[in-house]
């Protein structure tokens, strides 16, 4: 298991060579495009940085506009 900014990369438990991204801590519920089952931990990495990202130009979205 790896932990990388909030969330917890891991290998699925009914496909162990896939992983999966769960939030990290208590509960909560992961963005849709971070769902399912991915081949390497290095793409679920990537797409968080891509949501963290698009989050982030929406926040900036909202304060200048």
Do not use: H
């Amino acid at each position: 298991m790896v932990i990388y900014k909030g969330y917890q990369i891991k290998p699925s438990t009914q496909f162990p060579a896939s992983y999966i991204c769960v939030t990290d801590g208590k509960g909560g519920k992961i963005p849709d495009v971070l769902g399912g089952l991915f081949t390497s931990a290095g793409i679920v990495k990537q797409r968080i940085d891509q949501y963290l990202e698009s989050k982030e130009t929406d926040n900036a979205k909202t304060v200048k506009g």
